[in-house]
């Protein structure tokens, strides 16, 4: 027994009529074939939430490569098996894709592996799942289109705002969804429910973190720092113990905090005021260079080769950890300082050492940068070459005039004098 009801009409209101009309296609194929066809997951998560979302899964019972198959037949369109999971993806002349899966049953041969699948009933392929509010399908054959099936109180949870897992090992089973938890938790400001957050806890402090790839963590890394609110999400996997686990040597301490919430709020200054600097800067290096700024470079080595960090991150990181210290020795720095330690740096490197700046040299800082890029030298290479500078000598000299001005020490127009 569970709960239905027809969502037909608030689709027909929320979604573009080309989705509508592709849904109810589907449906009818479906019919047509004799299989049950179902969109499920988070487009029907979203839909319920009054959010755009047109990602869209397909669930049949049956044989979804077939279902994909005699649908891109009929369509004329490009398609896809992917034999391993059972799933197919079907690709539209205008680039729109849906996948199209078997409803199935997973098990795990071990934890923290992909899943072996099996073939089974919407039921049970919504039980697998992570979240009850995720664990949605809306039925799409002609003559129940529209009709929600919500086995697990999905859709009160949903109301409630409250993330919560299916069945006990479902974090044992798949430790990344521990950070989709937090990811979740945080784009719909909801909260994760109580024994929820009791078995993430039990499932990091096991060590099922460590047993996923890599590749895997990083992606959800990735996905977390491209929402909203990230900041958020990092504090909660603080709270969780988690950030230990991904990062050996790191501990979210309020120190630690206090960094990561200055990287925010400069990186937003940087994007607003100098946005040169933040071009081709990914921030997962950024708030990793915080993060691993205490760990021993054994471990960052360990930890770039685990996630898939360029190989020269540790020594960009102790390169820009001697600047910041440099400069945060220095009694009275001029700017001819801030020039030698920036000339070497890349702008990854550059926003880590603003964050960690004492206050009266970031400021400074911020003035060099206003400073660095009005100053127009009024001698150039060829002049200096003309004069008798020969090879490194002549970047050495305009180096000398550029600090020179820097630190009004000449007066700008007056650079021949000093040549
Ligand atoms: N899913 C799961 N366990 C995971 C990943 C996904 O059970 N580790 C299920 C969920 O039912 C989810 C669906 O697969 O709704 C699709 O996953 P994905 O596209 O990654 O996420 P969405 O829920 O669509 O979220 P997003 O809005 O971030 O794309």
Redesign the pocket.
């Known amino acids: 027994k569970y709960d239905t009801f027809n969502v037909s009409k608030k689709m027909q209101k929320q979604l573009p009529k080309r989705i509508m009309n592709l849904l109810r296609l589907l449906g009818a194929y479906g019919s047509e074939r004799k299989t049950p066809v179902y969109v499920?997951?988070?487009?029907v998560?979203?839909l319920l939430l009054n959010v755009e979302?047109l990602?869209i899964?397909i669930v049949v019972e049956g044989d979804g490569p077939e279902f994909g198959k005699f649908v891109a037949e009929q369509l004329m369109i490009k398609y896809v098996v992917h034999e391993k999971f059972n799933t197919c993806s079907l690709f539209f002349k205008d680039g729109f894709r849906i996948d199209v899966a078997t409803a199935r049953t997973e098990y795990y041969e071990s934890p923290a592996e992909l899943p072996k699948v099996e073939v089974s009933t919407i039921k049970k392929d919504?039980y697998?799942?992570?979240?009850s509010i995720?664990?949605m399908a809306i039925k799409l054959n002609q003559e129940t289109f529209g009709t929600l099936l919500d086995f697990f109180n999905s859709k009160k949870d949903l109301e409630e705002g409250i993330i919560k897992v299916l069945y006990s090992l479902s974090f044992v089973e798949?430790p990344?969804?521990i950070l989709?938890a937090i990811?979740?938790e945080q784009?719909y400001n909801f909260q994760i429910d109580e024994q929820t957050c009791e078995y993430m806890k039990k499932t990091v402090k096991n060590e099922y973190l460590e047993k996923v790839t890599g590749p895997r963590i990083r992606d959800e890394l990735e996905?977390i720092l491209k929402e909203p609110k990230p900041l958020k999400s990092i504090r909660r996997m603080g709270e969780f113990k988690i950030i230990s686990h991904l990062f050996p040597f790191s501990y979210y301490t309020p120190t630690l905090d206090k960094d990561v919430e200055k990287l925010f709020e400069l990186y937003g200054y940087f994007e607003k005021n100098y946005k040169q600097y933040t071009q081709n800067v990914r921030f997962l290096h950024l708030l990793l260079f915080v993060l691993l700024q205490y760990t021993p470079e054994e471990t960052v080595k360990f930890i770039e080769y685990r996630y898939g960090l360029p190989g020269n991150f540790y020594d960009n990181l102790a390169e820009a950890r001697e600047s910041f210290e440099k400069l945060n020795e220095l009694k009275h720095p001029q700017y001819s300082h801030f020039f030698d330690c920036i000339k070497i740096l890349n702008s990854e490197q550059i926003i880590f050492v603003a964050v960690k700046l004492k206050e009266n040299l970031r400021e400074k800082l911020f003035k060099y940068f206003d400073k660095i890029e009005n100053l127009e030298l009024s001698v150039n290479g060829k002049e200096l070459k003309d004069k008798g500078y020969y090879g490194k000598e002549i970047k050495n000299k305009l180096e000398e005039l550029t600090k020179k001005l820097l630190n009004d020490e000449i007066k700008p127009g007056e650079e021949r004098k000093y040549i």
């Open positions: 499920v997951g988070g487009f998560r979203d979302n990602d899964d919504l697998r799942r992570d979240f995720n664990a798949d990344t969804r989709r990811r979740f784009r996905k």
